[in-house]
């Protein structure tokens, strides 16, 4: 069930700027409880600005965000979101079906934990990730979601640079296509580890072999060792590749034709014939494919001893039997 006001979750918030604790006060003209940092030295201690009812949990100095522009804009998107483009992309690119079972196991186990009020905290959560709808459905579980822009699924507007919770202070965390527009995507991985309890369950979707999705906003790429690097304080439960081979085949075709026709539209549609080959995926070697995916998911519980870099490189080895127990899970 997804949190629609952060005040609900004071207690579990902090400061972006300098992680002391947050407080809610009065309500204010939308009606819903303002949040204050409650150091007195901080630029906070007066109150989070908002827009459209939602917190903007932000220390705009130290952020991507600009504060001017996200207030006059409402808090907008500076990237175009068209349900259209996500309905097409869901379609020709098929749907996560890991993420839907990762999703349902962490509800689950959530739900049986006997913790009070369970939050997992969802990075990135603008738009709900293909496959993660199971998350929103347990009337038990909180969602709390955020992310740089205002959006009827978010819980409040937050960096992932400096994220607005205490440390070890959240059940489990989502994220999924998000670390690849960071500029600094071991930093986010480091916050997203920081505020998860321990013993808490994470999961991770990025890009590896995926084109630029989101042109100037888009940074980094990474292969399974380095997902597993980037979340070495976890230790790995699952992982494998959300879109294999064949969809990158399909990637690469549909790329190929908007680079000859100059023209994302077009292109489009003279590869939808070759959308087919994305269900190839499913009859790929895992080793290889995994070499060769357009997107890897992982799948870990934070853990006191993290890995080092000889944990790293045996990795690459350890993958492969994850991988293959991560295929027989799927739907």
Not at 78 to 88: F, G, L, N, P, Y
Not at 115 to 134: H, K, M, Q, T
Not at 225 to 239: I, M, T, Y
């Amino acid at each position: 069930m997804l949190i629609e006001d952060a005040a609900t979750i004071a207690d579990l918030l902090a400061c972006p700027a300098c992680n002391s604790a947050v407080r809610s006060g009065p309500a204010g003209a939308d009606g819903r409880a303002t949040l204050a940092c409650t150091n007195p030295d901080c630029a906070h201690h007066t109150g989070f600005d908002r827009v459209g009812g939602q917190a903007l949990l932000v220390d705009f100095p130290t952020s991507v965000l600009d504060r001017e522009a996200t207030l006059a804009s409402g808090g907008a998107s500076v990237v175009e979101r068209a349900d259209w483009r996500e309905t097409i992309g869901r379609v020709v690119n098929g749907r996560n079906h890991y993420a839907a079972h990762y999703a349902r196991d962490v509800v689950k186990q959530l739900e049986a934990s006997g913790v009070e009020r369970p939050v997992i905290l969802v990075v990135g959560g603008g738009i709900i990730g293909s496959g993660a709808n199971d998350l929103y459905a347990s009337q038990t579980v909180g969602v709390a979601s955020f992310d740089i822009y205002s959006s009827p699924q978010v819980t409040f507007i937050g960096d992932a640079l400096s994220i607005p919770f205490a440390d070890n202070s959240v059940d489990a965390v989502w994220v999924q296509g998000v670390l690849e527009v960071t500029i600094d995507a071991p930093k986010v991985a480091a916050e997203m580890q920081r505020v998860l309890k321990p013993n808490g369950l994470l999961f991770a979707n990025v890009s590896f072999m995926w084109p630029v999705c989101e042109g100037a906003y888009d940074f980094s790429r990474y292969t399974a060792s380095g997902l597993r690097w980037l979340f070495r304080q976890c230790a790995p439960l699952s992982l494998g590749f959300s879109n294999g081979p064949g969809t990158m085949a399909a990637l690469a075709i549909r790329y190929l034709f908007q680079a000859l026709l100059r023209s994302t539209k077009a292109g489009q549609i003279a590869a939808f014939p070759f959308a087919w080959l994305r269900m190839l995926d499913r009859f790929c070697d895992v080793r290889r494919g995994l070499d060769a995916a357009p997107a890897i998911f992982f799948y870990g519980r934070k853990t006191d001893t993290p890995a080092d870099f000889h944990d790293a490189i045996q990795f690459y080895q350890d993958r492969v039997p994850l991988a293959r127990a991560a295929q027989k899970l799927r739907d």
